[in-house]
């Protein structure tokens, strides 16, 4: 799927603009979405760039130009490649910024003036009402939220998934079952379209949601394969990424690492492996 850049239109009342922001490659930008055809929420103020700001806010203020009216900005999960711009952009629009209290708990100099809970909905006035219904799906971050509007068939996915690069479950703040739950969640909405942070937009993205499960699900079985081959000596995170990401560069291999302990993890509350120290060793009786 091609990426987009600058300002493209997707729905009635829903409109995208992609920024370049300091995410992981091969993503270069992160994009924003205006949600509303007359109240107007703007997620994803992400850029910290000069340049990529400037057009940004032109691309909000010409929504507002054409009778649209900026009510917020909503902010699905605090990494850097998201939040980037939020506290520039509340101050530049004087607009209020909106986040679960997990991700508002998690960002410094940021003021978020609304905490967003699993189930709220953003009813948004307009021509056709827009009711974006807020799902709390951690597993990638723990305050990460998702917007869903069922008449729409439209999903606003943050960082569950990409149509452009891949997404990064880290032990510091991440969760690889509860991550795999949420992918579920996400799939059973049966939503027409998805529109990630990084990457154009999902058609009939259960597809995806699936893959993704089944992509994870294989992964952790190599994880296991490689650990049960080390036997009772067990083995350092490192020592196992050359066997369970033999398919995976070997520049890639440091971020693999943040996966697999994430896996490893997992495995563990699945009673699977133990943790001895900085090693692990798979209960054989599994």
Same mark, same amino acid.
């Given at each position: 799927?091609?990426?987009?850049?600058?300002?493209?239109?997707?729905?009635?009342?829903?409109?995208?603009?992609?920024?370049?922001?300091?995410?992981?490659?091969?993503?270069?930008?992160?994009?924003?979405?205006?949600?509303?055809?007359?109240?107007?929420?703007? @997620?994803?103020?992400?850029?910290?760039?000069?340049?990529?700001?400037?057009?940004?806010?032109?691309?909000?203020?010409?929504?507002?130009?054409?009778?649209?009216?900026? =009510?917020?900005?909503?902010?699905?999960?605090?990494?850097?490649?998201?939040?980037?711009?939020?506290?520039?952009?509340?101050?530049?629009?004087?607009?209020?910024?909106?986040?679960?209290?997990?991700?508002?708990?998690?960002?410094?100099? =940021?003021? @978020?003036?609304?905490?967003?809970?699993?189930?709220?909905?953003?009813?948004?006035?307009?021509? =056709?009402?827009?009711?974006?219904?807020?799902?709390?799906?951690?597993?990638?971050?723990?305050?990460?939220?998702?917007?869903?509007?069922?008449?729409?068939?439209?999903? @606003?996915?943050?960082?569950?998934?990409?149509?452009?690069?891949?997404?990064?479950?880290?032990?510091?703040?991440? +969760?690889?079952?509860?991550?795999?739950?949420?992918?579920?969640?996400?799939?059973?909405?049966?939503?027409?379209?998805?529109?990630?942070?990084?990457?154009?937009?999902?058609?009939?993205?259960?597809?995806?949601?699936?893959?993704?499960?089944?992509?994870?699900?294989?992964?952790?079985?190599?994880?296991?394969?490689?650990?049960?081959?080390?036997?009772?000596?067990?083995?350092?995170?490192?020592?196992? @990424?050359?066997?369970?990401?033999? +398919?995976?560069?070997?520049?890639?291999?440091?971020?693999?690492?943040?996966?697999?302990?994430?896996?490893?993890?997992?495995?563990?509350?699945?009673?699977?492996?133990?943790?001895?120290?900085?090693?692990? =060793?798979?209960?054989?009786?599994?």
């Amino acid at each position: 799927m091609q990426s987009v850049t600058g300002p493209y239109a997707i729905a009635a009342g829903v409109d995208g603009f992609s920024a370049r922001t300091p995410t992981l490659l091969p993503a270069t930008h992160t994009n924003s979405y205006a949600l509303g055809g007359r109240d107007v929420v703007l @997620v994803e103020p992400a850029t910290p760039f000069d340049d990529e700001r400037r057009a940004w806010l032109e691309w909000a203020r010409s929504l507002a130009s054409t009778g649209r009216r900026l =009510v917020a900005l909503f902010v699905t999960h605090h990494h850097a490649d998201h939040v980037g711009g939020a506290a520039f952009f509340a101050h530049e629009l004087a607009l209020p910024i909106w986040a679960h209290p997990e991700t508002a708990r998690r960002l410094s100099g =940021v003021p @978020v003036a609304r905490r967003l809970e699993d189930g709220e909905a953003l009813t948004l006035d307009g021509p =056709v009402p827009q009711r974006w219904q807020v799902l709390h799906t951690p597993g990638h971050a723990p305050g990460h939220l998702c917007l869903h509007e069922a008449a729409l068939g439209v999903l @606003v996915a943050g960082d569950m998934i990409a149509s452009e690069g891949t997404i990064l479950i880290d032990p510091s703040d991440g +969760d690889m079952g509860v991550y795999l739950e949420q992918l579920r969640r996400l799939s059973a909405l049966d939503a027409t379209v998805a529109l990630p942070a990084h990457g154009a937009p999902i058609e009939r993205p259960e597809a995806v949601f699936g893959y993704y499960v089944k992509h994870r699900l294989l992964r952790e079985q190599k994880v296991l394969d490689a650990l049960l081959a080390t036997g009772a000596r067990g083995a350092h995170v490192d020592e196992l @990424v050359p066997h369970a990401y033999a +398919d995976t560069a070997p520049a890639l291999w440091p971020f693999a690492a943040r996966s697999l302990a994430s896996h490893l993890a997992k495995l563990e509350r699945d009673g699977l492996a133990s943790r001895q120290g900085e090693l692990y =060793v798979a209960n054989q009786a599994s």
